[in-house]
């Protein structure tokens, strides 16, 4: 199985601030990777599909970049409705594997 | 709109087995696939399988394959996941979601809280 590896696991920041999260993968995935948002209570959120093609009706604070193993998520201005846990997703082959999760909170 | 409801939270004993139900609505359900994906307490998401909508192929993970069984019903739009002999390490909250290309999957369902407990 392709394991998913983000980082950091937790982070605090302010509103207005940059936030950027990595996720690697354990081989090559070409860009099958997609970000999504998980608040407490809810189900997971598409943001990101195809590691850099922003979901229809997500703000476009949100972005994502990379290719092969490595990949990056930001959220350009943080906004108090950001506060939720962030997952990468594999898809480039079975099983669909995430990452550990990215738990975001504000300082 | 598009919409998958789950069906409810249910409470099992060990080695019972459980349905979860997936109606969905607002597209074409047969040009689609919907998977299954579990979150246990405090843990990352896991994928479990699933059932491309039009033709009934199935994809499981090795994980649960021989206790899984993903099935649908295209004239109710409506998918299904079957879990048998279950422990208490399958509590978790059980998703589904509609894959419109490879693994992206754009909605999903409410989720399904699945106690296993004696």
């Known amino acids: 199985d392709i394991q998913m590896t983000q980082s950091p696991s937790s982070l605090s920041a302010s509103v207005g601030d940059r936030v950027t999260i990595t996720c690697q993968a354990s081989?090559?995935?070409?860009?099958?990777l997609n970000w999504y948002q998980q608040k407490p209570g809810k189900a997971p959120k598409l943001l990101i599909y195809d590691a850099s093609n922003l979901e229809t009706g997500v703000p476009s604070r949100f972005s994502g970049s990379g290719s092969g193993t490595d990949f990056t998520f930001t959220i350009s201005s943080l906004q108090p409705e950001d506060i939720a846990t962030y997952y990468c997703?594999?898809?480039?082959?079975?099983?669909?594997?995430f990452g550990q999760g990215t738990r975001l909170e504000i300082k | 709109q598009v919409q998958l409801v789950q069906s409810g939270a249910e409470v099992k004993k060990p080695g019972a087995s459980v349905r979860v139900i997936c109606k969905t609505s607002g597209y074409t359900f047969t040009t689609l696939a919907i998977h299954w994906v579990r979150q246990a307490p405090g843990q990352r998401l896991e994928w479990m399988g699933g059932i491309n909508a039009g033709n009934g192929d199935t994809k499981y993970s090795q994980r649960f394959q021989g206790r899984v069984s993903i099935t649908r019903d295209t004239s109710a739009s409506t998918a299904y996941m079957d879990l048998s002999s279950l422990r208490s390490e399958d509590t978790a909250v059980y998703y589904c979601?509609?894959?419109?290309?490879?693994?992206?999957?754009?909605?999903w369902g409410q989720g399904t809280l699945i106690t296993v407990s004696s």
């Open positions: 997703q594999q898809f480039d082959s079975l099983p669909f594997t």
């Open positions: 979601a509609r894959v419109v290309r490879g693994g992206v999957c754009d909605y």
């Open positions: 081989q090559d995935i070409s860009d099958y």
